[in-house]
């Protein structure tokens, strides 16, 4: 049987007759069966990978600190042309 399939054990909205009612520890564990089934499916990346995510992320965060610089640099440019103060 397939991890995404139901099985039976999930609280139905509403009542729907055919599946059970889980108690509040039920719910509980539940959970945690959900949550230990999804860690599974989880897949560490190499350390090739990691690098070249961790170097894709910083590229990226430079940029956009470059972006945000050049709009605050513009508008306080704009702002003292508009209200005379000098810089």
């Known amino acids: 049987m397939d991890q995404d399939e139901p099985r039976g054990e999930i ?48 590229v990226f965060v430079v940029i956009v600190m470059a972006f945000v610089y050049g709009l605050d640099t513009a508008f306080s440019w704009l702002t003292a042309q508009v209200f005379g103060v000098p810089q």
Do not use: D, S
């Open 11 to 58: 609280v139905a909205a509403g009542g729907a007759a055919g599946v059970k009612r889980l108690g509040f520890f039920g719910r509980i564990a539940l959970f945690f069966r959900q949550v230990i089934g999804e860690l599974r499916k989880v897949v560490t990346p190499t350390r090739k990978e990691l690098f070249k995510f961790t170097g894709v992320v910083l």
